[in-house]
Nanobody, 124 residues
Framework: QVRLIESGGGLVQAGGSLRLSCAAS????????MGWFRQAPGKEREFVAA????????YYADSVKGRFTISRDNAKNTVYLQMNSLKPEDTAVYYC?????????????????WGQGTQVTVSS
């Protein structure tokens, strides 16, 4: 298991940007596919973005495509989510997910390791 700690959340106006970070413990981080999910109040947790262990492939939910960018630095054991052109509907708790076997996505929410989440609030 890998331990994950998210940071970088906060309050931002619509149209603004934030960069989330997810720091992972352990020397095996480079073997994990990584993902970001979010959960808005009263809604189910949903997939946002994912990146393969090598960083060679990335995947995005349609709702964030073109606005969010996922990246990773295996030397720093960290995965990032750059969020631009933020909208009020992006308001949610954002969670980092590490999955050794599968690439995180809408069908993998029950597996892997999870962080404690970081709150992102976008005001209109």
């Amino acid at each position: 298991q890998v331990r994950l700690i998210e940071s970088g959340g906060g309050l931002v106006q619509a149209g603004g940007s934030l960069r989330l970070s997810c720091a992972a413990s352990g020397r095996t981080f480079r073997h994990y596919n990584m993902g970001w999910f979010r959960q808005a109040p009263g809604k189910e947790r949903e997939f946002v973005a994912a990146i393969t262990w090598s960083g060679g492939s990335t995947y995005y939910a349609d709702s964030v495509k073109g606005r969010f960018t996922i990246s990773r630095d295996n030397a720093k054991n960290t995965v990032y989510l750059q969020m631009n052109s933020l909208k009020p509907e992006d308001t949610a708790v954002y969670y980092c997910n590490a999955n050794l076997v599968q690439v995180p996505g809408s069908t993998t929410q029950g597996s892997g390791s999870w962080g404690q989440g970081t709150q992102v609030t976008v005001s209109s």
